[in-house]
């Protein structure tokens, strides 16, 4: 063992202390930051299970993101909560942006949290990268600036369904009945539902406005015998559609549903044999595209099944921001902004690139509809629906399902 | 017709009713015995509901709505054993305390065990569909299951009141005090009606499963109807609460016939009307121990 004398020890002691005052803050400067993102999304509640996956999604996105060396050599660090309710998930977003330095806010798939994250956002100047939340509002007559929307709207989800009814034959002169979730996305969608029943001729008898606790619909289920439909229309939202399914499939109405909503998760949770008619999804995860099995499989290997769509969105949503924050070499809002707007084109895994529509911040995508698979057919629990035909056809814009200038209020 | 829809709303809420009291009936027991609200009991309707659904994979359904009661009254067991038997005597607020912790302990613990999305369940294909009687039309899964409360229902009426066992209950329940002065214990016999009181919530669970969803928070869902139910039928009243819970059924059914949007609400609406005029509930008796 070396021994020191007293000069040794205090020459080293002087050189370690200059050390520290001279090489070690070079260090750490040499070090960059990380770049703080704040993530909502609700983790509890109707939607809860909807924003376990996102947080999934997420999580495998900002792990491959940073694994390639993070955004501009520097690592993301995503803080990720509970959105829990519109009041809360505004306090924690102001938080996130005020205290713990966020530069960007993503995620939420409740409307209602989604718009007063939006205002945050916007009091802030600091972007938000909605991903999940579907109303018509949020990109219409409440857009702004700062807010872009990474999900299908309600009115895309309305069309898409429409045309598949249309090409069967069941709206013209149809008496529908809604049941519709009784906060901002419901009635959004309800109109949205509205305007396409008035284009085409169909006529909706009835609408009941359900709150999204409740847990029984035999007594709406009652009055939809009693008014004698001829097909029955969901609005409904999160695990309601669940609730709904099951029940419809219980009291076994003879009348065909639809619904203009419902999501994969809520879907898998139905049960085999419960689910029936045709429904929208902006993604499922038997998508045969290369890109698309990647994901799956990668994110089945680490999480033990497969992804629903909110997980994919939220997987391509950070994806995006990362591309965004590279390319532009910068996390200045107004720089991201104004990348965003130049209509830049996606890779989202899906056959047609997607881009931020510059007037109403709207991602344009391809969306999909799906049934439920015959009984047998389907390989394991998670396979139980067969995936439509992406809409629009391969010939037409991919605008042609989202709101028009004329339908939509929105100025930015 | 218009009578008839309303008849049907009325029948289809006493269904509902009948449902509801499964949950109510063991929370009003343990109350009225052991003077604990059980802010938990809903917990052990969602574990019912969680354990049926794996008993289900392996056995079926038959099997799973019996095992899966018995196996949560025995976690009964240890529940009262080791949490509420501290609490009999303790301050009020203790008690409700512990079991909000518990409550939100479990469904934590659900979360992380079954995970955070509803689980798939599917009603037996030999109760599928409704049956139509007359004008009405009856789910036939709702129908068996109205069946099983009203036998759990006769079933503990006679436990209450038939036998030596229901006595000692019923004299804990006024006069614990006297129940002591003649040499019994009450101890054993409050974990057997927290054995009876959660078994029935599990049962309710695993009954429920496949027509509703089965998530993690589910057990905070219900916890609030069954206390909306257990207020208004008065504490410590057997047929208090089951004239609620079917009162409860028929006005929500009634509410949402004509007026849908107050359907959540008409509920509170009763439960006020009723503290209003009769603040010990519908048919609750003076007890001592609460007044």
Redesign the interface.
């Known amino acids: 063992m070396t021994r020191f004398n007293r000069r040794t020890l205090l020459k080293a002691s002087a050189a370690f202390a200059g050390a520290s005052t001279l090489g070690f803050p070079a260090i750490s400067y040499g070090q960059a930051e990380k770049i703080k993102i704040g993530h909502l999304t609700p983790l509890t509640g109707f939607l809860g299970a909807l924003g376990a996956y996102a947080q999934l999604g997420m999580r495998m996105a900002v792990e491959e993101i940073n694994q390639a060396g993070g955004v501009m050599g520097r690592q993301l660090d995503v803080m990720s909560e509970d959105s829990v309710n519109p009041a809360t998930a505004a306090t924690k977003a102001q938080r996130m942006l005020e205290q713990d330095g966020a530069l960007v806010l993503m995620g939420e798939t409740n409307s209602a949290s989604a718009l007063t994250i939006m205002q945050v956002a916007a009091r802030n100047k600091k972007l938000f990268i909605q991903t999940g939340a579907r109303s018509d509002a949020l990109r219409g007559k409440n857009c702004n600036r700062y807010a872009f929307h990474t999900d299908i709207p309600n009115t895309v989800m309305v069309n898409a369904v429409g045309k598949a009814l249309l090409r069967d034959n069941m709206v013209k002169d149809k008496k529908f009945f809604g049941l519709t979730a009784d906060y901002i996305f419901g009635h959004d969608l309800l109109a949205a539902a509205k305007r396409f029943f008035a284009a085409n001729q169909g006529n909706l008898i009835g609408d009941e406005l359900i709150a999204t606790d409740v847990t029984d619909f035999s007594p709406y289920l009652l009055k939809i015998r009693q008014a004698k439909p001829d097909v029955v229309c969901s609005n409904l939202a999160g695990n309601q559609v669940t609730t709904l399914i099951k029940q419809y499939a219980e009291f076994g109405l003879p009348y065909p549903i639809v619904g203009f909503n419902l999501n994969t998760a809520d879907a898998w949770a139905a049960g085999e044999g419960n689910l029936a008619g045709i429904w929208p999804t902006v993604w499922y995860h038997t998508l045969d595209l290369p890109a698309s099995k990647t994901f799956v499989d990668n994110f089945t290997k680490r999480n033990g099944k497969p992804p629903d769509n909110h997980a994919w969105i939220e997987y391509v949503a950070f994806k995006i921001m990362a591309q965004a924050m590279n390319e532009t070499k910068s996390t200045d809002t107004d720089t991201l902004i104004g990348y965003f707007e130049k209509e830049t084109q996606f890779d989202i895994l899906k056959a047609r690139k997607a881009y931020f529509r510059a007037w109403d911040h709207q991602l344009v995508q391809e969306a999909y509809t799906f049934s439920p698979k015959p009984k047998g057919q389907a390989k394991d629990k998670w396979d139980l629906i067969t995936l439509g035909a992406a809409v629009p056809n391969a010939n037409e814009p991919m605008e042609v399902l989202n709101p028009t200038k004329e339908q939509n209020p929105c100025s930015l | 017709m218009q009578f008839g ?1 309303l008849l ?2 009325v029948v ?2 006493l ?2 009713g009948g449902y509801y009291l499964l949950i109510a009936l063991g929370l009003s027991l343990i109350f009225s015995v052991g003077g604990v609200v059980n802010l938990a009991h809903g917990a052990f309707y969602a574990l019912g509901a969680y354990f049926s659904l794996e008993i289900t994979n392996y056995l079926g359904f038959g099997p799973a709505v019996v095992i899966s009661p018995i196996a949560v009254a025995m976690l009964g067991i240890l529940f009262e054993r080791y949490i509420l038997r501290r609490f009999y005597t303790a301050d009020p607020i203790l008690s409700l305390l512990v079991t909000f912790g518990l409550a939100m302990v479990a469904e934590q613990a659900i979360r992380i065990i079954w ?9 037996p294909p030999m109760f ?3 049956v139509i009687l007359g004008d009405f ?1 009856f ?1 036939r ?2 129908v068996m299951l109205l069946a099983v409360v009203a036998v759990v229902l006769l079933a503990v009426w006679l436990l209450l009141n038939k036998t030596s066992f229901g006595r000692v209950v019923r004299a804990g329940i006024q006069r614990p005090d006297m129940v002591a002065a003649l040499g019994i214990r009450l101890q054993p016999y409050m974990t057997a009606v927290v054995m009876l009181g959660v078994g029935m919530a599990a049962m309710g669970g695993a009954f429920f499963a ?9 057990g905070a ?2 916890i609030t109807v069954a206390f909306v139910v257990v207020v208004i039928g008065g504490l410590g009243s057997f047929w208090g609460v089951v004239i609620a819970a079917l009162l409860v059924g028929v006005v ?2 009634i509410t ?2 004509f007026l ?2 107050a ?2 609400a008409s509920i509170y609406v009763l439960m006020f009307l009723v503290l209003l005029v009769r603040p010990r509930g519908l048919l609750g008796e003076r007890i001592e121990k609460f007044e």
């Open positions: 829809f049907e709303q289809n809420g269904v509902l995970g955070a999305s509803p689980l798939p369940a599917s009603i599928r569909g409704s039309l789910s899964y709702r496949p027509i509703t969803i089965v998530h993690p928070a589910m869902e219900i929500r059914g949402i016939h849908p949007a359907g959540e």
